[in-house]
């Protein structure tokens, strides 16, 4: 399948300031890409330089083919984008923004701009400085999605969102990858991800970390056990098992804690052979292998 984003060793420096280094990766047409990292990792920073906001102190990045900054009024045909912080005139309703914004973009289908804001629940009568932090964003998406773009690139698109709209966004999502349409959205928030993504790019400190297929992140063929003994255990049971890592007591001298790799064959056969009377294992979370990757850097 074509690749709708491509970007090559993206940098951008702000002096001082932590911004981009060497950033690259590809995003497929028809695909729900995850940009994952906490506040200040530089998701913000890719997602201005690919709208043209920003210009890249190095690299290189195109969308549908079209640079982004030398064709940035063509590429901003195909978006429909929501920034990390919206700012719109504060004294329009909502319903005048999205209808300027529509006009801008040579109309749009009404019933299906309807449809968005019924679902989202947000009243377009009242001004944009009347309403709160969560229908300030309803508005952002609805702008985004009203005039059913190509790619969506969304920062932090549920931000403020209480759980029934997040799984109305999650529900949008889907339809748009249904449809064929692609979507870029940075969060920070690991279960997000799990609902909407296909894949999932992790940036750390302003480098890219990995790329890799959700399953692929979450599923690292890691367990964490608990193994509780009669009596008191030794850390020296497990720690010679090749698979083991991290072993260690939890809590009191008879519970073995250890992260294990792999097949758990080795882990139980030694369990068995001390008289373990509970074992308990489970898959690590998103956010404890976001945590993982997401070390600091040892200076």
Not at 44 to 67: F, Q
């Amino acid at each position: 399948m074509a690749n709708i984003i491509t970007t090559a060793h993206l940098t951008k420096s702000y002096g001082g300031s932590r911004g981009i280094v060497d950033v690259s990766f590809t995003v497929e047409e028809g695909e729900v890409f995850g940009f994952l990292g906490p506040n200040g990792a530089g998701k913000t920073t890719t997602m201005r330089v690919l709208m043209g906001l920003l210009h890249a102190n190095a690299g290189s990045a195109t969308i549908g083919d079209l640079d982004v900054w030398a064709q940035s009024t063509a590429v901003k045909k195909l978006i429909g984008y929501l920034p990390g912080e919206l700012s719109l005139d504060p004294a329009l309703t909502g319903a005048q923004i999205l209808a300027y914004l529509g006009n801008l973009r040579g109309g749009m289908d009404q019933t299906y701009l309807r449809q968005l804001i019924d679902r989202l629940g947000v009243d377009p009568s009242k001004r944009f400085r009347e309403y709160s932090r969560g229908n300030k964003q309803k508005i952002g998406l609805i702008q985004a999605f009203m005039h059913r773009p190509r790619l969506l690139i969304l920062d932090e698109p549920t931000s403020g969102l209480d759980p029934l709209n997040q799984q109305e966004f999650y529900a949008m999502v889907k339809e748009v990858r249904a449809d064929g349409r692609t979507v870029f959205l940075s969060s920070h928030v690991l279960p997000e991800v799990e609902h909407t993504c296909d894949r999932v790019g992790i940036i750390r400190e302003g480098s890219l970390v990995t790329v890799d297929r959700i399953s692929a992140v979450r599923d690292l063929k890691r367990h964490i056990v608990d193994i509780t003994f009669p009596g008191d255990a030794q850390v020296g049971w497990f720690s010679a098992i090749a698979s083991a890592h991290d072993v260690a007591f939890n809590g009191d001298q008879h519970t073995i804690h250890l992260t294990a790799q792999g097949d758990l064959s080795e882990v139980i056969r030694a369990a068995a052979q001390h008289g373990a009377t509970n074992i308990e294992a489970r898959e690590p979370s998103l956010e404890e292998v976001f945590l993982r990757y997401y070390e600091p850097t040892q200076s």
